[in-house]
C-alpha cells in the first residue's frame, strides 16, 4: 500500500533513510525522489533507500539564538513555541526588528553596508533611539576570547543571507558558517523596543576609531569553554540531506531503544 506523494524533483529514483539516535531514542525518516519530472511521487514500504547514521553532535552550525534568554531552559521559549498547537510565544520576548552582521576580510564593491564594530556578549540594552557611550565605540585593544570582538563587519540580508524568527529568537544561516567568521546582531525587543546593539539608520562616523557596538552571537573559533556564546548555538536540527520534503504524506517517528531489544514507539 502506498502512502500519498512525499517529493517533487527533477531523474533516476532515490531515497534517504535517516537514522537519528540521541541516548536511548531512536528516530527513523525516510523520503524518495523521482528526478526528470515535475510530477509527484509515491513512496511505500519498499522504496529504493540509502542507510546513514546521524549522531547526536551532526547537529547543524547554522542556527544561533540571538541571546542567551532565548536560549534559557526555564523560560522554553523555543520548545513552547514549535512544541505546541498552536505554537505560544511571549510578547515580551518578541523581536520587533533586526540587523544581522557577519565579519569580513575582503573588498565588497557596496560600502553602504560595510561597518567598523565592536561586538559583546553581554551588551547592555539603550532605550529607543538612545546611542551608546563611547566606551563601546572605542577600539578593542585586547578582546577576551569567546566575549568580545572587533572588526569590519557586513550586513546581511534577511531572506537572501538568511532566515529569522521573531518569536523564538534564532537565526538560521542558508550557508555553512565558517570557523573564523563573527556573527553580531542588533535588534529591538518586546513592546517597549528595547534595543541591543546600534542600528545602521543612527547616524555615527563610520571611521574605525568610532566603531558600531552590536551583540555578539558567534565569536570566532566558538568552542564550549566560551559558556555563554556555546549556548546560543542551537543544537537540535539536524540536516537530512533531502530536498524539497513534503508536508503532506510525510511521517516522522521517534523510537525509544533499549539495549538488548528492538526499537519501540512506545
Known sequence: ???????????????????????????????????????????????????????????????????????????????????????????EYNVNEIEVWKSINQVVADQSKIRFANCFIDLPPISPGGVYADSFRIPIENPVAGREETGKFLLLQDGTDYTFNQKTGHISFKTSLNPQDIIAVAFKQGPNNFTYGQFLNIVIPTDSLNRLPLKLVKPRNLQPSYTEAWSLLLKNIYPTGARNVKEEGFEFKIKYEVVGQEPSEE
Do not use: C, W
Request: charged fraction near 20%; avoid cysteine; charge should be negative.
Open 1 to 91: 500500500m502506498q502512502t500519498p506523494s512525499l517529493i517533487g524533483g527533477a531523474e533516476a529514483l532515490f531515497g534517504v533513510k535517516a537514522l537519528f539516535q540521541m541516548g536511548p531514542f531512536k528516530l527513523t525518516a525516510l523520503a524518495s525522489q523521482k528526478k526528470g519530472e515535475t510530477k509527484e511521487v509515491a513512496v511505500s514500504g519498499g522504496s529504493t533507500s540509502q542507510e546513514y547514521t546521524v549522531r547526536a553532535y551532526d547537529y547543524s552550525e547554522n542556527h544561533y539564538f540571538i541571546d542567551k534568554i532565548y536560549a534559557d531552559r526555564t523560560l522554553n521559549i523555543f520548545e513552547n513555541f514549535y512544541g505546541n498547537i498552536p505554537p505560544q510565544s511571549n510578547p
